[in-house]
C-alpha cells in the first residue's frame, strides 16, 4: 500500500505529469528542453525530476555538464498499467498537445543552437 501512496503523490502534480507525457513522446530530453516548454526554472525542472527519478519513473544520463533524462525501462508491474492508462488519457487533451507543438518548435531551434 505504501508504494501505491507514493506513486500517485508523485503523480499529484501537474509539472511532473506535463513532464511524463514529453517524455512519452520523445525518447529522451534534456533540463532545458523542461524549462523551455513548461517555462520554468532550471532549479524547479531540475526537482520535479529528481522526484520522477527516485520514483524509478525517469532515468539520466550525463554528458558533460547536461542531463538528459528519459522514461525508466522496465517500469514495474504495478505502475506500468497506470502509465499507459495516463499516456493514453492525456493524449486527448489539448493542453498537451499544445505542448508537444511547443516541444517540436523549441528542438527545432535548439539545433540550431544550444541550450542556455
Known amino acids: 500500500m505504501k508504494k501505491a501512496t507514493s506513486f500517485f503523490k508523485v503523480l499529484a502534480d501537474e509539472a511532473r505529469l506535463k513532464m511524463l507525457f514529453l517524455l512519452f513522446n520523445h525518447r529522451e530530453l534534456c533540463v532545458c528542453d523542461f524549462m523551455a ?13 529528481r522526484i520522477l527519478h527516485n ?22 508491474d504495478f505502475m506500468q498499467p497506470f502509465l499507459e492508462t495516463l499516456k493514453s488519457t492525456l493524449a486527448n487533451r489539448q493542453e498537451v498537445l499544445e505542448l508537444l507543438k511547443k516541444l517540436e518548435t523549441w528542438l527545432a531551434q535548439k539545433d540550431q543552437t544550444s541550450c542556455v
Do not use: E, F, M
Not at 516548454?37 to 526537482?47: E, N, Y
Open 37 to 49: 516548454v513548461l517555462d520554468v526554472t532550471q532549479s524547479k525542472a531540475s526537482r520535479h525530476l
Open 55 to 76: 520514483a524509478g519513473l525517469v532515468t539520466d544520463r550525463r554528458t558533460g555538464t547536461w542531463i538528459y533524462y528519459s522514461l525508466q525501462p522496465g517500469t514495474d
